[in-house]
């Protein structure tokens, strides 16, 4: 089976959405892509930091899960990452109330030996540096590197940020901070000027508007589901990291057509976890309920045009 190694925060969040609030509950970027990308087959591993405030029942969340979790250091007497965030009524931006880095500030994240060789790479959200010292434990290049941040790292590590950028292959990102990067409005122009900085592919993710691929002159759009329902957005975009970064694992196939499928398992998979608070939808979820709403996603876009010669 084919290796993902995933990097990213494992967390506690404090959530506040029109329908609710949430006390400190288990979240953090890998665990959200580490749950995704569970859904397909291949062996997986998350590198990160918690302290010894971490339940030792969240762990074994992930290694039910058949996560490696060998690369999670626990720090003793230290404090696990927190993030609050507040969303707007529209449930498509949000404001981070607070964010305490806590064990992640002087973290050196040490990759397991049996990974040093893993075929993907998913660099989840935090801070670039961890990010660098995770690429430079490689023994031999990933076929893929894929990269994920956020406006938080743009504001308080850009130079190093633009580093790691150098060095993936694809980077996912939204709309506004794909706007901050590159100082463009226009998402065609941002995505140009992005890969220019390095990815040959950029994901630009849209929350309930879907998520646009751009490679070179292609690009392509894939929906989000319409949803009856959102309670909780958050982890969405790790979610959608998590399914196109494990579908490429799984095919081991990186070309353009396959990363399309990808965005759509991403995309799929993100659908279900805003159903529920925090990570409760993702850790009941089955593959059945996983391949019914492909159905409806290819329901959803397929059309028979005919085009006049
Ligand atoms: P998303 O909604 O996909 O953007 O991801 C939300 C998750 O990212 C939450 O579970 C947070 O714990 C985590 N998170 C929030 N801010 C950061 C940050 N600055 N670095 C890394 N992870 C973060």
């Known amino acids: 089976m084919n290796k993902l190694l995933i990097v990213g925060t494992v967390a506690f969040d404090a959530i506040e959405t029109p329908f609710g609030k949430t006390d400190k509950i288990l979240g953090g970027a890998a665990t959200y892509i580490g749950l995704s990308a569970s859904f397909f087959k291949l062996q997986s591993a998350i590198v990160s930091v918690v302290g010894d405030d971490f339940p030792q029942e969240h762990l074994d969340l992930l290694k039910n899960k058949n996560i490696d979790i060998s690369g ?54 935090l801070h670039p540096n961890i990010q660098i010292g995770v690429l430079d434990q490689m023994k031999q290049k990933p076929k893929l590197v894929v990269l994920d941040t956020m406006n938080f790292w743009m504001d308080c590590a850009l130079e190093e940020l633009k580093e790691v950028i150098k060095r993936v292959d694809v ?36 929350g309930e508007h879907g998520a646009l691929l751009f490679h070179q002159n292609d690009v392509f759009f894939a929906p989000a589901l319409p949803l009856k329902e959102v309670y909780d957005p958050t ?49 009941r979820l089955t593959r059945e309920d996983v391949d019914a709403r492909l159905q409806q996603f290819k329901m959803l876009t397929q059309f028979d045009i005919e085009l006049s010669k």
């Open 235 to 283: 982890g969405a975009g790790d979610t959608f990291a998590g399914g196109f970064s494990g579908y490429i694992t799984q095919s081991s196939n990186i070309s353009f057509g396959n990363m399309k499928n990808a965005i759509i398992y991403g995309s799929n998979l993100a659908s279900f976890c805003v159903e529920e608070f925090g990570t409760k939808r993702m850790q």
């Open 72 to 125: 999670i250091e626990v720090v003793k007497g230290g404090k696990t990452f927190f993030w609050s965030g507040r969303y707007h009524n529209d449930l498509n931006s949000r404001d981070t109330l607070e964010t305490q880095l806590n064990v992640l500030a002087d973290f050196n994240p040490i990759v397991p030996e049996n990974f040093k060789d893993a075929d993907v790479v998913m660099l989840g959200n």
């Open 171 to 206: 980077i996912t990102i939204n709309d506004e901070e794909a706007r901050q990067l590159s100082g463009e409005y226009s998402l065609v122009k941002a995505a140009e000027v992005i890969q220019e900085l390095g990815p040959k592919y950029v994901v630009i993710k849209k």
